[in-house]
């Protein structure tokens, strides 16, 4: 599932602010052999180029966090604009063929133009911000979508406190009526970290499928381990 055009140029003006040249399709070479790139490159016209700067999963794993809360990702996260759906209009949802892009429609009603690949290896880590590449997932999705996928990203180590103070943080500038608003952030990470668990788990008995189903089962257990002891402190 491929974005179409008008969704190419939505993204391309919704994500001015986080893509600062706009247009650009920032691909660190390393990445293009992992790409569906030619493909790609038929379809949206996509300016590849090699920038040589690493990515956040090259920064040393305890730096990744303070990096990103510093970064001004989290900020543009913030700041897209809603955009009206399908969905909202009446329409037929996406066909959701992950169980991330399902759990996040039933939590989530305000849909923003979402990168939909946003892992640690997608950002890359610049002089003076980031740029995001692997926009080969991009479309019109719930903004809980992006927001879950980095700020609860096994591979930038932090604390669950962390993560979810940010977490509530991007979701206090949801739509007033998303019930994302008034739901328990704790329940609400739970139900997206086992739908990732689930993702995860489909793509197969892989070296990295099962790192990363590991990593996030993890992240579950220590998020029971934080709801029972803030149950046992109330
Ligand atoms: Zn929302």
Redesign the pocket.
């Known amino acids: 599932m491929y974005p179409n055009e008008h969704y190419k140029r939505a993204i391309e003006e919704r994500y001015s602010s986080i893509v600062p040249q706009s247009g650009l399709r920032a691909v660190p070479m390393a990445h293009l052999g992992a790409l569906p790139a030619t493909r790609n490159a038929r379809d949206f016209e996509v300016d590849f180029r090699y920038i040589d700067v690493p990515s956040l999963c090259e920064v040393s794993a305890d730096a990744r966090w303070s990096w990103l809360e510093g970064s001004g990702l989290l900020r543009d996260l913030k700041a897209r604009s809603a955009v009206t759906s399908k969905r909202q209009k009446g329409g037929a949802e996406t066909s959701a063929t992950d169980n991330l892009l399902a759990a996040s429609q039933t939590?989530?009603?305000?849909d923003a133009c979402c990168h939909g690949n946003l892992d640690p290896g997608n950002v890359l880590v610049t002089d003076d911000g980031y740029l995001l590449v692997g926009w080969d997932l991009a479309r019109i999705a719930?903004?809980?979508y992006d927001e879950f996928s980095i700020v609860f990203h096994p591979d930038i180590p932090t604390s669950i406190e962390n993560r979810l103070v940010q977490f509530e943080d991007l979701?206090a500038r949801?739509?007033d009526s998303?019930?994302?608003?008034s739901a328990d952030s704790v329940d609400v990470a739970y139900m997206l970290l086992e739908a990732k668990i689930k993702d995860c788990a489909s793509w197969g008995d892989s070296p990295e499928a099962n790192r990363l189903v590991a990593s996030y089962s993890d992240m579950l257990a220590e998020l029971k381990g934080y709801r029972a002891s803030t149950m046992a402190e109330n």
Do not use: F, G
């Open positions: 939590v989530c009603t305000c719930p903004r809980v979701v949801h739509d998303c019930p994302l608003r």
